[in-house]
């Protein structure tokens, strides 16, 4: 048997590391490194990805100008109010099929989506809407009128 003869190396040479240490380290390192990576996407969680919505009750003022049976729609908001002469009630404008905003028109409301049509009073007069546009209840208050968007009331109802 014979033996190598021992080098001696410089203090400033390192020695050189085995296959099995290398890949040891180079997984540690893998796995820093996603840790770190995790953890910098999770400090953006706490913050909200979206705004908060609106509260569904809002006061709202008509226009004085506002024609009998014309819509007035708030910004930002789901809802038509219209004022005749029996008093002041407002519709929602989400459409009863699958979500989509309805538009005012001179025969009620159209959905841009799938072509529903709502007559004045929310009913269905083309599918495939399975139901009327609900009514929301209206109070006096504010700067005019208060509308609840989360409370429906009887189609009729006019404050
Ligand atoms: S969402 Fe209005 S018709 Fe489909």
């Known amino acids: 048997m014979t033996t190598k003869p021992t080098e001696k190396r410089s203090r400033f ?3 050189p590391m085995p296959r099995r240490d290398f890949l040891g380290l ?5 796995m820093a490194a996603a840790f770190f ?3 910098f996407g999770m400090l953006k969680l706490p913050k909200a990805a979206v705004s908060a919505s609106p509260a569904k009750k809002f006061s709202v003022a008509l226009p004085d ?3 009998v049976g014309e819509a007035f729609v708030p910004p930002g908001r789901s809802v038509a109010v219209f004022r005749d002469g029996e008093g002041v009630f407002a519709i929602s404008t989400v459409c009863t099929h699958l979500g989509c905003i309805v538009k005012p028109n001179a025969n009620g409301f159209e959905c841009p989506c799938h ?3 709502f007559s004045k ?4 007069t ?3 809407a399975p139901k009327p546009l609900p009514w929301l209840k209206v109070s006096k208050g504010g700067s ?3 509308i609840d968007e989360e409370a429906t009331v009887k189609t009729g109802t006019k404050v």
């Open 13 to 15: 040479e390192p020695e």
């Open 26 to 30: 180079a997984a540690l390192a893998s």
């Open 37 to 39: 990576v995790s953890m």
């Open 65 to 67: 100008a506002l024609p």
């Open 115 to 117: 072509g529903s049509g």
């Open 121 to 124: 009073d929310g009913s269905v």
């Open 126 to 128: 083309k599918g495939p």
């Open 144 to 146: 005019g009128f208060v």
